[in-house]
């Protein structure tokens, strides 16, 4: 089956490894379909709390279709038995899939491979697509195996020259309503958000989710601060120490300007999420403050576009770490 | 003829027009394209220094192919006789032109409507499409004549948090080539060129066209001071100044941050070039002073966006301001 296919299914299990995240934590949030005669059998995505797997759900859902067909698994199938059930290399070895087309290999040194291997050896095809993390929705599990800490996404909602509130502090509103919901639908996404210490203590902002059917999704809150939290919060002395954030695998860091250069500063920021409206504030209060630059030559290569699309008169820009 | 037809020719005429500006100043650079049977028989666009107008070498270009055809002309047809030549109006209508279709209503009371008239008159058949003004090249002519000053430009190179330098000054560079490239294509479509008193004495800035075929097409140098201006400048006193300042139709405002803000204080801008690189500078300098917003409400409802396209790794945001 050509490539283009493999991308197109694979894409399509990413969209179902969204519903899992992030109710999945700390387990990945994976996405599946058994695809049969160009059709889908089956289809599913990790449960909350990380069980059962995506695999196990669209096996379950593809019944005897799965004999013969192929299935696109966002992650490496894991090869590992646990008290939790069953390794889903063998189940889908059992099952008579004929094919297993894998998203990205898993991270994970302990596994990565060893799943495949299995499959293979049980007389199942394989290939590995090798994605970008990000495209599969398997950022924060990367980061988690990889660098031992979250993935870190920084938002500002800044004017057009780069204020995120007038001179006097008021900044509502920057951006619209539009822009808003997106903000509310990404700390939905988010398994924690972070604000400054300052930022706490000026706005106390909610940072909940005002989205219908969302509510219950408000993810923690953290505050960058070296002292107590208040209640409802948690503290963070400072952004190297996410790495202990635990169960924490998608970061949403919504300022202000010294927490997103404390971030910048130890570059712990993998994506950064603009939301730029139509305004011109003049000597405002600028999104980020020093981070420490020694030259603009550093600056350079380090950002790349992933997206920019209106959101109503709003703007929303994209960019990730290049690493 | 549909109207999609109408569009579709006036902006094949405004592409024309581009090639009068600026060098037809002061007169408008216009665009002209005859059609017979829906092909081109005659182009023309308005000549250095204003004359011949642009109507008058589409004529001789279609020579007897004219007669019957339909005259696509981005500004309504002059009615008036001058030293310089006679009126358009006339020539169009000796030559047996059947329809003339205008893209927009010449906004000069003095002769608004008259052009068209005359036409109408001789028995040619006149639509006007009412296009705006930036459409059709026009919009320093409609400044000139309605507002009595040129059209202004401010042009930003930025940082994604508005930075125009680092903290340290350094300016160099901000944005790549393919942005430097499009903002000297800018220049040479200007009529003059103006930075503040603050960034000539620092950068002393050259403001040439660097680019192959252009180089001698750099614009008036003009500087923002109560001084006197240097050798080979201009100096405008103020903002509101400009009104004065003779011949220019385009003003292409390149910063600094004083000079932004001065501009837009006085809401002389009317259109917004943002060049936006993929760095973080933090803690920089911003590229708009202050502007004596009074608060947040009152920055909302002055820009509509236009354009956002990619210029390598950059981005061009383009705003106009809604009036």
């Given at each position: 089956m050509p490539a283009a296919d493999d991308a197109r299914w694979l894409a399509a299990a990413a969209a179902l490894a969204e519903r899992a995240r992030p109710l999945s934590r700390p387990n990945p949030g994976v996405g599946a379909i058994i695809v049969k005669d160009g059709k889908v059998a089956g289809r599913g995505w990790t449960q909350p709390g990380g069980r059962p797997h995506a695999e196990a759900i669209a096996l379950d859902t593809a019944g005897d279709a799965a004999r013969g067909a192929t299935l696109y698994v966002t992650l490496e199938p894991c090869a590992h038995r646990s008290e939790r059930g069953p390794a889903c290399a063998d189940l889908v070895a059992a099952a008579g899939v004929a094919q297993v087309v894998i998203g990205m290999a898993d991270p994970d040194a302990r596994t990565a491979g060893i799943g495949a291997a299995r499959l293979a050896d049980s007389g199942v095809a394989v290939r590995c697509a090798d994605l970008p993390a990000a495209d599969l929705g398997l950022a924060g599990h990367e980061c988690a195996t990889v660098l031992g800490r979250p993935h870190v996404t920084l938002k500002l909602a800044m004017s057009l020259d780069g204020c995120i509130a007038a001179a006097s502090g008021e900044s509502k509103w920057i951006t619209g309503d539009i822009a808003r919901a997106h903000v509310h639908r990404e700390r939905a996404r988010a398994d924690a958000i972070l604000v400054g210490g300052g930022t706490l203590r000026t706005d106390y902002p909610a940072l909940d989710v005002r989205l219908p059917g969302l509510e219950t999704r408000a993810p923690e809150r953290w505050v960058l601060t070296r002292q107590a939290a208040p209640?409802?919060?948690?503290?963070?002395?400072?952004?190297?120490?996410?790495?202990?954030?635990?169960?924490?695998?998608?970061?949403?860091?919504?300022?202000?300007?010294?927490?997103?250069?404390?971030?910048?500063?130890?570059?712990?920021?993998?994506?950064?999420?603009?939301?730029?409206?139509?305004?011109?504030?003049?000597?405002?209060?600028?999104?980020?403050?020093?981070?420490?630059?020694?030259?603009?030559?550093?600056?350079?290569?380090?950002?790349?576009?992933?997206?920019?699309?209106?959101?109503?008169?709003?703007?929303?820009?994209?960019?990730?770490?290049?690493?």
């Amino acid at each position: 089956m050509p490539a283009a296919d493999d991308a197109r299914w694979l894409a399509a299990a990413a969209a179902l490894a969204e519903r899992a995240r992030p109710l999945s934590r700390p387990n990945p949030g994976v996405g599946a379909i058994i695809v049969k005669d160009g059709k889908v059998a089956g289809r599913g995505w990790t449960q909350p709390g990380g069980r059962p797997h995506a695999e196990a759900i669209a096996l379950d859902t593809a019944g005897d279709a799965a004999r013969g067909a192929t299935l696109y698994v966002t992650l490496e199938p894991c090869a590992h038995r646990s008290e939790r059930g069953p390794a889903c290399a063998d189940l889908v070895a059992a099952a008579g899939v004929a094919q297993v087309v894998i998203g990205m290999a898993d991270p994970d040194a302990r596994t990565a491979g060893i799943g495949a291997a299995r499959l293979a050896d049980s007389g199942v095809a394989v290939r590995c697509a090798d994605l970008p993390a990000a495209d599969l929705g398997l950022a924060g599990h990367e980061c988690a195996t990889v660098l031992g800490r979250p993935h870190v996404t920084l938002k500002l909602a800044m004017s057009l020259d780069g204020c995120i509130a007038a001179a006097s502090g008021e900044s509502k509103w920057i951006t619209g309503d539009i822009a808003r919901a997106h903000v509310h639908r990404e700390r939905a996404r988010a398994d924690a958000i972070l604000v400054g210490g300052g930022t706490l203590r000026t706005d106390y902002p909610a940072l909940d989710v005002r989205l219908p059917g969302l509510e219950t999704r408000a993810p923690e809150r953290w505050v960058l601060t070296r002292q107590a939290a208040p209640e409802g919060w948690q503290a963070l002395p400072s952004p190297q120490a996410i790495g202990g954030m635990e169960g924490v695998r998608f970061l949403f860091v919504e300022g202000g300007a010294g927490a997103a250069a404390a971030f910048l500063q130890h570059d712990l920021v993998d994506r950064l999420l603009l939301y730029r409206a139509p305004i011109l504030i003049g000597g405002g209060r600028t999104g980020v403050g020093d981070i420490g630059l020694a030259s603009l030559a550093d600056a350079h290569g380090r950002w790349r576009r992933e997206d920019i699309r209106p959101l109503g008169p709003d703007t929303l820009e994209i960019y990730t770490r290049t690493r």
